[in-house]
């Protein structure tokens, strides 16, 4: 199973984006996946998931302005992010696990400037 993340950029504060990320499995399904971030210096952090039955968690600082979501048919997750602010700059990563299984994307740069 591989997972490719897309959608990172250069956004300026308050602005939005949205990142993706493909499984090229047929598993997708019955997983659950997720975002992680990471700065440099700073251990990676969650920032939100989605159980395989659509249960949402948000960490505290993200809340209210970020949105995961998941297209089964597309094998795909999503996390929408708006009033993006400098805080927010990190490498998201994006995994999906069940058990003692799971598989990391490679990550995608976000960069917000003030």
């Known amino acids: 199973v591989q997972l490719q993340a897309s959608g990172g950029g250069l956004v300026q504060a308050g602005g939005s984006l949205r990142l993706s990320c493909a499984s090229s499995g047929s598993i997708f399904s019955n997983y659950a996946e997720g975002w992680y971030r990471q700065t440099p210096g700073k251990e990676r952090e969650l920032v939100a998931r989605?159980?395989?039955?659509?249960?949402?968690d948000y960490a505290e600082p993200v809340k209210g302005r970020f949105t995961i979501s998941r297209d089964n048919a597309k094998n795909t997750v999503y996390l929408w992010m708006s009033s993006l602010n400098p805080e927010d700059t990190a490498v998201y990563y994006c995994?999906?696990?069940?058990?003692?299984?799971?598989?990391w994307g490679q990550g995608t740069q976000v960069t917000v400037s003030s």
């Open positions: 995994y999906m696990a069940r058990g003692r299984s799971e598989y």
């Open positions: 989605i159980s395989s039955g659509g249960i949402t």
